[in-house]
């Protein structure tokens, strides 16, 4: 699924650049824009949480590679 640039853009800024599976970061983890797509630790990409659903920012959570890992789903 492609979700576009400005979507992208919109739900890290909600994030503050931040892992945003909060039960599994008590304390905050920063990402950095540049290390998207990585498939490390400090990668990160973004999660669509309702696929169904139109691509909106609210639509979006910004996962750091390890958390992304365990909720992907195949599409
Ligand atoms: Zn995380």
Redesign the pocket.
Known sequence: MRIPEDKVKQAWSRAEGK?E?YD??PSP?KLQWENRGRKDDIGWDVSVIEPDDAITPSNLRI??W??LRRVRKPY
């Open positions: 892992c599976n599994r970061h983890k996962l750091c390890p958390c």
